[in-house]
T-cell receptor, first 115, second 113 residues
Framework: DVKVTQSSRYLVKRTGEKVFLECVQD?????MFWYRQDPGLGLRLIYF???????EKGDIPEGYSVSREKKERFSLILESASTNQTSMYLC??????????????FGSGTRLTVV | AQSVTQLGSHVSVSEGALVLLRCNYS??????LFWYVQYPNQGLQLLLK??????LVKGINGFEAEFKKSETSFHLTKPSAHMSDAAEYFC???????????FGTGTRLQVTL
């Protein structure tokens, strides 16, 4: 089975801290994505990457950055955490579009609370 | 711009009753459509997908969905609900121009005895 692993299930951080959320996939997928999920808003795309060192902004990139130094790892960085970044963060991966269109494989999510 | 609308943020059915979760989409090109399920405190799991070919798509756990181009719909159904179906369900769309999925806001399914 394809696995997408997010390093933490629950995190509590203080306002102003720099926060790293890590995601690793083991199926050699080209694409990786970070979403945040909030009640009533569904999933909103923060950033995605279609290759090592490549990244593109999603719909809500403000306050976030990403890093993809290796194909299997995609990190989301909150430069200075704020309370409005309290949310569930979901990482996903997929094959390059145009090949098997199986959609995404998701990690289990990281529930981040900023206090 | 492409978009997905899920009608009803909460749906409640009795165990054994028909499940119908509605999804409508907007796209200027032929869409690829997906349904995902999310159980509490978990990530999303693919239920089924429509890319090309047969418009009635069967998925896991007895769910199916029918792509209706004339109605721009991709509703999810299951003939008989089970308690274990209680979860949140997301419809998603990709127009094939990029790898990004656009998600609906989700429908929480409650199953009662």
């Amino acid at each position: 089975d394809v696995k997408v692993t997010q390093s933490s299930r629950y995190l509590v951080k203080r306002t102003g801290e720099k926060v790293f959320l890590e995601c690793v996939q083991d199926m050699d997928h080209e694409n990786m994505f970070w979403y945040r999920q909030d009640p009533g808003l569904g999933l909103r795309l923060i950033y995605f990457s279609y290759d090592v060192k490549m990244k593109e902004k999603g719909d809500i990139p403000e306050g976030y950055s990403v890093s993809r130094e290796k194909k299997e790892r995609f990190s989301l960085i909150l430069e200075s955490a704020s309370t409005n970044q309290t949310s569930m963060y979901l990482c996903a991966s997929s094959l390059l579009w145009g090949y098997e269109n199986y959609g995404y494989t998701f990690g289990s999510g990281t529930r981040l609370t900023v206090v | 711009a492409q978009s997905v609308t899920q009608l009803g943020s909460h749906v409640s059915v009795s165990e054994g009753a028909l499940v119908l979760l509605r999804c409508n989409y907007s796209s200027s090109v032929p869409p690829y459509l997906f349904w995902y399920v999310q159980y509490p405190n978990q990530g999303l799991q693919l239920l089924l997908k429509y890319t090309t070919g047969a418009t009635l798509v069967k998925g896991i756990n007895g769910f199916e969905a029918e792509f209706k181009k004339s109605e721009t719909s991709f509703h999810l159904t299951k003939p008989s609900a089970h308690m274990s179906d209680a979860a949140e369900y997301f419809c998603a769309l990709n127009t094939g121009t990029a790898s990004k999925l656009t998600f609906g806001t989700g429908t929480r399914l409650q199953v009662t005895l």
